[in-house]
């Protein structure tokens, strides 16, 4: 069994704009965002921290850690997901979030699953 298919997670990230808490006119964009965490690898694995990498459209960068997601620290089988919604906000109107979750398998393992960069627009911006 190979360590590269054993710990193994797949992070599909959903953004998506919300106009009615957002004020524009005082550079407050807010975004919320839903990410789907799937274990595909041999082993069970829980999520324990996280690390977010926020730029805005100023190239401002904001780092955030913490321990689990959404108050939860997720222990997924192989196979299983954990869905779970979060929000940002920006002082403009596109930008970009990234980042990792540190996971440990059940075997005691630590590694990193990435968090694939994806952005945030409110559709005004992309115009």
Do not use: C
């Not at 004020?23 to 965490?37: G, S």
Request: overall charge negative.
């Amino acid at each position: 069994m190979s360590d590269t298919n054993k710990y193994r997670i797949e992070v599909q990230p959903m953004p998506q704009f919300i106009p009615e808490q957002s004020d524009p006119e005082n550079d407050r964009y807010i975004f919320a965002y839903t990410i789907t965490i799937k274990n595909i690898g041999e082993v069970p694995a829980q999520l324990v921290s996280r690390h977010w990498i926020i730029t805005d459209g100023n190239n401002e960068v904001q780092e955030v850690r913490g321990l689990g997601v959404v108050g939860k620290q997720p222990l997924l089988q192989p196979g299983e997901s954990f869905q779970y919604t979060s929000g940002s906000s920006l002082t403009t109107a596109i930008g970009t979030m990234k980042g990792t979750y540190q996971m440990v398998a059940e075997d005691g393992t630590h590694f990193e699953a990435e968090i694939p960069e994806f952005v945030l627009a409110s559709p005004r911006a992309l115009h």
